[in-house]
DNA sequence: CATTGTGAACGGATTCACAGCC
DNA sequence: GGCTGTGAATCCGTTCACAATG
């Protein structure tokens, strides 16, 4: 029962896993092998049955798995089984977009807040979202005991943001600014710096012109 | 002098140590230690030598790194020596937070065409950029020789995009559409999936609780 | 007998340790 | 003396191959 703790690689594929399985069950197809989950995903068959296998046998042998319930299971494991309260901190274009983007195709996370210094982006028109002002952050953390954050804020504030949501309780940190953050031991930082992702991409967009030149 | 190819580890790094570069050239830094750069980064220095090792080598022995010189063979080594074009595909609300972020935030890159089927998101109050009608895509990427493209469309339709960009020699795709994406060999597809990225968030807030309620 | 679950082999990336050089 | 550059050792994730089983 005690499986090692999986890697990072691994977490990052479920919610890939669970996606397909969605579109699965709308289809209503109720039994699928790992093979066919490879194919639909990408990655091989074998890596799926071991990502599976860090938390458990989901599958019977000689069929597949069962997908409403390899669904239940993934939903657990990832942690959405029960819905989510998330703040969004920095209510400019990108968090506001990322805000809309959220309440209208993940149902497994509620935004419970978006947070901004500027008093014009204080009020909204996204239905049933309530704006802040800086100054509410510890408030409403503690209220509603929110667990995970999304920073857009401007790379020159990130870090005293992140000191104040460190102390009210986040874990959890999807960062958009474009700066490293310090954080202790046990709070999750991911970074999603979208300059650094469109750099590397031009990366390999000229590294094929020069392959192209070679052959 | 033929290096072995750099892995996407090693990729995704260099925009970070230009980033820092950036930063330490505007503070007048003239020469830095890889020990440095790793406090900055996070990396360990070992680590940075290494990665800068895959493409020559750039540094003093018994110095450090000069910051002018090491940020523009960085430039070079990642394509943005000369200003790379690119194009964003579906112009809603992240498509047009996209853009304004790059316009404002990435000197590098040069937005030349946003396309949208939505005769609504036609116009535009971001200046300088010219938004086109899904049915240009074609004639714009061959008339300006874009490699580059950010995607952002339903995910029912990003294939049936994808294929255009890819007839008409795109390169280099940033996916934000929740699905996988079909292409040839030589196409590069670096996937970008926002739910993805807070699903997995939300397992490690939870993870933390778990160690919580142990220890 | 098809497909899962998993120990063993493999390969790629990181870390170590130190030689090379200013 | 201090810091880079790099072969060797290690670590970790993926792939292979097959035993287990409905």
Do not use: C, W
């Amino acid at each position: 029962m005690s499986r090692k703790k999986a890697p990072k690689s691994v977490v990052k594929r479920l919610p890939v896993y669970l996606r397909i399985l969605d579109n699965l069950i709308r289809r209503d197809v109720e039994i699928i092998s790992s093979r066919v989950l490879s194919d639909e995903t990408g990655f091989t068959a074998e890596q799926i049955r071991k990502d599976l296998a860090y938390f458990g046998a989901f599958g019977t042998r000689g069929t597949g798995y069962n997908t409403s319930y390899l669904r239940e299971k993934l939903l657990r494991i990832i942690g959405l089984d029960k819905q989510t309260k998330i703040i969004v901190i920095g209510f400019g274009h990108l968090g506001k977009a990322l805000t809309r983007y959220n309440m209208n195709k993940n149902p497994y996370v509620k935004i419970v807040g978006a947070f901004d210094n500027d008093p014009n982006e204080l009020h909204t028109d996204i239905e049933g979202l309530q704006v802040y002002s800086m100054d509410k952050l510890s408030e409403v953390i503690q209220k509603e005991d929110v667990k995970v954050a999304i920073l857009t804020v401007p790379a020159e504030v990130a870090q005293q943001v992140v000191d104040i949501l460190v102390e009210n309780g986040i874990t959890a940190i999807l960062n958009f600014a474009p700066t490293k953050l310090h954080t202790p031991e046990g709070v999750y930082v991911h970074n999603a710096d979208l300059t650094i992702e469109l750099q590397s991409l031009i990366y390999y967009s000229q590294e094929d012109e020069g392959r192209a030149l070679k052959e």
